[in-house]
Every structure is written in structure tokens, then in C-alpha cells.
């Protein structure tokens, strides 16, 4: 089987090992289930978009939903990374790992008052504005403060992404953006105000995209916009796209990064734009393949028409597979003798929505351990308590060495906030 995960490999004697460490190891050491990032892993993915553009003004502003982990948005701001949040939290999140305010851009369909305000205060780069009433909210705020509020509008272009109906985000009945048409009058208001500085231009059409042809349909309805703005006198610094490339989970084909932002850039300059920034806010393919999910078989039970392999990693953990019907490898960690079965592989919350895999060929028995790939993007980040299950541990990899980044949750910390109020 090839691995998307470079680092990914089975030794001699069958063991599955990230980087230099056995996975059996980390188990040992830090208990399952636990999610497991390749450090080398997130570093290459993420400067194969810094090559791709180099030569071009550009900002990357990793998409922190992705996966928000601390260490890994450190890791990022080394790269010279920026941040794409879409809350306070996220906010807090790349201020505490003491990312460059001016890098930060703010996007979603509805910000509080507070995040506005925590925002301005900090000095973010750019408010993504996706309505007509967050333009008069942000304006007014940052007016209240003396403050002038650096925006531009996330437009929604209607195009076709073709991606899972969930993580589509800019057709016309997706509740994103503001609506091509209007995007002129918002800008011409925008323009006016005196606490609002208009800096670009922003669109995102989706997730899990694997098809460059998209993104050159948004780039192009986008273009006209801006040439639109510049002939009434209104010049945007930057351009931004959105969010990355798909992944491979099972079959997928995504372009490679380089190919994906050549096409992209040699339409953008070609239509005059490079000295405008070009920004993307991509996520899951900075940490998608990087990561991965080591589980333990807590019981093998046969069923009347189905057997079942039930993991110690649930829906809570991995939530993807519930919510999107979606698709990962599971295999073993250790090459055994034990006879193969087709299994659903599924967790031991009271849902049937409760999978991770189903119909997997899979020589397993009790107390063995599972790896569910590609897990590092909006794996952990989409993780509940629900069952009251704690959350998974993290463990990032770095060579011979591995280091806990997230310790494992506790029924302790789950019942504290509530313990109090007793
Ligand atoms: N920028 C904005 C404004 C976004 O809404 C998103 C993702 C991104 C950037 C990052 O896109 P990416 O490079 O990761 O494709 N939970 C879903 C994915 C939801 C994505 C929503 N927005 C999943 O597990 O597939």
C-alpha cells in the first residue's frame, strides 16, 4: 500500500512507524486513542505552497479550524505563516502562540461584537466581511475606538467546487459571502466610510477540492471585480482565494501544489494583478496526510450479517465519517498472523452513525492497534465529549522523537466547569 504520509513506513518486521518512532511505541507511552502528526510531514506541505509562490507577493494564512493545536500553529508562524480564524477562540489561539497580528485575517458569516472588538484591538490584518450588516457593525465599532478597521468582502462567486453539498461554500444557495452582484455597492460604501480601510478581496468555494478548473472560474469572476473597483478608484491590495487543494483519502487525484498555483498565478499576472498580495487560507492539505489516528481493538464481535471491529476511537474522536460518509484507510500497526475479516470498524458510542470504516478487509484481533490515516485535518478540531469520552491525547513526531502536544483530557476537566456550579 502507498502512504500519503512520506513519513509513513513498514519496518522488516511489519511494524508501522511515523518518521522514526513506532507506532506500537507511542502507544505505550502515551496511551490510545491518540493522534499522531508527522512534524517533517506538515513542514513540506506547507512550504510547497511557499515555493510555488515565491517570486509573488503572497500571504499564506493556514486555515486554523484545520487543526488548532498550539505546537502545530507555532510550528506554522516559524514558517512565516499567517492565520485564517473564523473566531474569538482562534483568535486567542494564534495571539497566545505569538503570531504576527498583521497576518491574521478574520472570516465568518457571523462575528459578535466581542471577536470584532478583541480583533481590531489586536491590530489583525483584515476582516473578511460576508454581509451588508457586518460592514455597519464593524464600522461603528471600530469608530467607538477611533480605530480604522482594515476590511475586504468575501464574495461569493457561484461556482461549482463539485465537493461534498457540506463543505461547499460558494454557490449561490450557500449561506457564505456576499453576493457577487452587490459586491460593487458594498465596496463603493465601504470606500466612504471613515473607520473602514478597504484592503482586498476575499472568496472561498469549498473544501476537498481536487479540481483546479473551480478555482480558475472563481480567480476570473473575482478579477473582474477588482478591475471593476480600480477604474471607479478603488485599489485593493490584495487578492484573496481561499482556502487549499483537496487531499487523497482513498482514490482521490488532487493537482500537485505546484502545477495547481502556477495555472493560477500565470492568469493572475497575466491579467495585471501582480502587484496586488495574492493570499490563499489553505488547511487540510497543510495537515490532512500528516496525521493520523492510533486506536486500539477493544472487542471483535461477529454480527448475524455484519462483523464487528470496535475500536477505542469513536465519532467523537473522528467525526468525518458521520458527518460526511467519508472515507479513510484503516490498517494495522503491526503486521500479524491473524486471519482477515471483512469488518465495519466502528466505536463504542450508542449511535449507528457511529463508524470510522466499513467492509474492511482487516487481520486483526483484541487489544491490537489500528491507524486511521489522513487524519490530521478536521480530526481532532471537530472532536466532542460527546458520551462524556474524553478527548484524544496529541503526539507530535519529530525524527527519533516524539513529544506530547495536547495531553489527553480527563473526566476531571470535563466535570470541573459544571462541578462548580453545584
Ligand atoms: N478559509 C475559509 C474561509 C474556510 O471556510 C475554510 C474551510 C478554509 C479556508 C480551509 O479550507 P481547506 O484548505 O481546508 O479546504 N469539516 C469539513 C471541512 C470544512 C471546511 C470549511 N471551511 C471536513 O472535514 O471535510
Redesign the pocket.
Known sequence: MVFQNLYLARTAQGTLTLENVALTEIAKQFGTPTYVYSKQAIKDNFMAYAAALEGQAHQICY?V??NSNLSILKLLAQLNAGF?I?SGGELRRVLAIGADPKKIVF?GVGKSSEEIQQALQAGIGCF?IESASELDQIAQIAAVHGLKAPVSFRVNPDVDPKT?P??S?GLKENKFGVAFDTALDLYRKAAGMMSIAVKGIDC?IG???IDSEPYMQALDKVLDLVEALEKEGISLYHVDL?????ITYKNEVPPAVQEFLQAILQRYVKRGHAHRTFML?????IVGNAGLLLMRVQVLKPGASKNFCITDAAMNDYM?PAL?Q?YSEIVEVQANSSPSALYDVVGPVCESGDWLGKDRSLAVAQGELLALLSAG??GMS?ASNYNSRNRAAEVMVDGSVCTLIRQRETIEDQLAAELSCL
Open positions: 486555515a479550524k484545520a485564517d473564523v472570516s473578511n461534498h457540506y463543505i461554500t472561498h473544501s476537498q477540492i481561499g482556502g487549499g487543494l483537496g487560507e489553505p488547511g487540510r492539505s468525518r460526511y467519508s485535518a478536521y471537530m
